[in-house]
């Protein structure tokens, strides 16, 4: 059965990375781009990235999968289908955690908070805002262009869609399905990123004691009022201290060294493989172990056995951000609107899977395309605002903070 085959997911996997491997070969700008970036300091962190978003992809293909056989969404029965997706969304955060954590250790008060900032929205705007149009765009003309609400209702909808929530646009049920709902999790970066400097007051800085009381009123108040989806669960947000650890690990040469080795490299697999079939929710304390071993090695610069290496595997690090967030929109189009023009039934494995292989291919291509003329132009855009804003402070200091990708 799909829902239980692991052998899939491998299939899938090895038909991404094919296809990342020949848009390497066939588009020069990628190659250029890898060229041009080089090896990241955390080049490990990169390759695994794309096998997170990936990982999040199958995941919502085998819940597909399962509705359009029962008419009901729910978790896979199968512990590694399940964690494929709730795990690579926790390594997510850590990876977060890790990576913003890292450079406050790092720069301390002289941390650019306007780079930060800005770096932030750039990054997460300029591909959102066009998918949140086309939803949109896509709802009205399944509805036949019919206004069904009040237009100040649709401008709270708005409103919330820019915030990362989800409700029902114009009345369509479940709208936040056309992209599996992937962006709850942005809710929770966007609250780390607002309390960063609010905890870097607490536990680095570390003013007087009036100041770090107040800071952690902030936290909780930042807690309180960013629950736009629901109010922000304790058990997602654990998960970011998996990477803020892995920020003070690294800082010990000594644990370094030994997450390099071989023996480390086992054991990171072994974690992992124990968190994906042993339980079938990450968000608890024994996957989040596990997944936080794993996720210290591989901070340490462990590229496991070298399957975090390969140009293919970088690129699709590269594109995870498009492939996370638009995944959802060409699934729902390749194997539920697809099928209906074509009068195939999809609930035949024999037609999903084929549907699920020309969607791999599809996803990667798209997610290309989108990081190159979307993605990088948003990123240097926000350098450009960055400038600007320095030039009418008379500042034009160099830029301390480096966009982080």
């Known amino acids: 059965m799909i829902e239980t085959n692991p052998l899939i997911a491998l299939a899938a996997y090895l038909l991404a990375i094919v296809s990342a491997a020949l848009l390497l070969r066939v588009v020069p700008k990628i190659a250029r781009h890898l060229q041009h970036s080089g090896e990241s300091r955390y080049a490990s962190i990169d390759g695994l990235r794309g096998y997170l978003a990936f990982g999040v992809f199958v995941h919502h293909a085998v819940i597909t999968w399962i509705f359009l056989r029962t008419g009901e969404f729910g978790f896979p029965p199968s512990n590694f289908y399940s964690m494929i997706g709730q795990g690579s969304v926790a390594l997510f955060f850590m990876i977060t955690g890790f990576l913003f954590w890292n450079r406050l250790l790092t720069q301390g008060r002289q941390h650019d908070w306007l780079a930060f900032g800005i770096s932030r929205v750039f990054r997460l705007y300029p591909l959102y805002l066009p998918l949140m149009l086309i939803v949109f765009v896509t709802v009205f003309h399944l509805q036949n262009w019919e206004l069904k609400e009040p237009g100040s209702a649709l401008f709270k909808q708005i409103l919330a869609w820019l915030t990362f929530d989800r409700p029902d646009i114009n009345q369509y049920p479940q709208t936040g399905m056309l992209i599996s709902n992937v962006t709850w999790t942005l809710a929770y970066e ?81 974690a992992l493989v124990i968190a994906f079939t042993a339980f079938n929710r990450a968000f608890k304390t024994g996957p989040l172990f596990l997944l936080s071993l794993f996720f210290v090695i591989v901070a340490s610069g462990n590229s496991l056995f070298g399957a975090l290496k390969p140009r293919s595997i970088r690129w699709l690090g590269e594109i995870s951000y498009s492939t996370y967030l638009l995944h959802g929109f060409v699934l729902w189009l390749m194997v539920q609107r697809l099928p209906l023009l074509l009068n195939l039934d999809a609930r035949e494995a024999d037609v999903y899977l084929p549907l699920i292989a020309i969607c791999t291919c599809l996803l990667i291509l798209i997610s290309s395309l989108s990081f190159l003329y979307i993605e990088l132009p948003g990123m240097a855009a926000g350098k450009k605002v960055l400038q600007w804003i320095r030039s009418r402070q008379k500042g034009d200091k160099p830029l301390s903070e480096k966009v982080a990708r």
């Open 190 to 270: 966007v609250f780390f990123y607002l309390a960063l400097p609010l905890a870097g007051m607490v536990f680095i800085y570390r003013g007087s004691w009036i100041q770090v009381v107040l800071c952690l009123i902030g936290i909780y108040a930042l807690y309180q009022v960013v629950g736009w989806e629901h109010s922000l669960k304790k058990h997602f947000l654990a998960s970011f201290l998996g990477g803020i650890a892995a920020a003070y690990w690294i800082r010990k040469p000594a644990l370094v060294a030994w997450s390099r080795t071989r023996l480390a490299g086992v054991i990171a697999v072994l």
